[in-house]
């Protein structure tokens, strides 16, 4: 199985909402990131578990919030979130940290 | 930033022609990747190329990498209409940081 799966495809949340993202690959993958990409830009990296362990946070508001119950799973909690922070959240896994990465469908977030 | 640079932002070509894509960073790193996106939809990761090696081949793809100019480029040949698409590259650099470029837009007109 190398796939990378996402749910929900699409969310739509107010900003006093409170949701998850959920992602999950059963490719025994050792790392799983978190990815926010705007229309016409690049994916722009948002965290990093390798291990389990959260290896890289790019400084990203708390009102995102990852977990990593396992090896196999990824979640992004959101929390009070702002109309700016409307995008495709991709995420994304791979054998080692930082190599080639295999990335799920994405989930359309809109925030009114 | 430390976001790689592509250049043409967008490119447009014949199907059968070649397709030439430019990635230039700014910091050392320790491999660099190569991504195609289809319209608002998830990455596919095309070739990835460590800091030691010069080339590498995959299908119809060619990448070059040269860390003294600190530059790739990506050469799509004999192109298809299903190749149009967004083209991404994406730097590991020491530190622990990880950018993707701009992206080159290319479509392939049958």
């Known amino acids: 199985d190398t796939e990378v799966t996402q749910t929900p495809k699409h969310l739509v949340m107010g900003m006093t909402n409170k949701k998850s993202l959920k992602c999950e690959q059963h490719m025994g993958h050792r790392a799983m990131y978190w990815y926010k990409q705007k229309a016409k830009k690049p994916p722009e990296l948002m965290f990093v578990?390798?291990?389990?362990?959260?290896?890289i946070n790019e400084s990203v508001p708390s009102r995102f919030s990852p977990e990593c119950p396992n090896s196999s799973l990824l979640n992004l909690h959101l929390h009070a979130l702002q109309p700016e922070d409307s995008a495709l959240y991709l995420c994304a896994s791979s054998g080692d940290h930082l190599d080639e990465q295999y990335f799920g469908p994405g989930t359309r977030l809109t925030v009114t | 930033s430390q976001q790689g640079e592509e250049d043409p932002q967008a490119l447009s070509i014949q199907e059968g022609e070649n397709a030439t894509m430019n990635c230039s960073y700014k910091t050392s790193i320790n491999n660099l990747q190569w991504y195609r996106q289809n319209s608002g939809r998830g990455l596919v990761h095309l070739i990835l190329?460590?800091?030691?090696?010069r080339e590498k081949h995959s299908g119809r793809l060619r990448v070059t990498l040269d860390t003294s100019k600190k530059s790739s480029s990506l050469l799509i040949t004999a192109s298809r209409a299903a190749d149009t698409a967004s083209y991404f590259c994406?730097?590991?650099?020491?530190?622990?940081?990880?950018?993707f470029g701009t992206g080159t837009s290319l479509t392939v007109i049958p």
């Open positions: 190329i460590r800091s030691n090696e």
């Open positions: 994406a730097t590991d650099h020491t530190g622990n940081q990880f950018y």
């Open positions: 578990y390798s291990y389990e362990k959260l290896s």
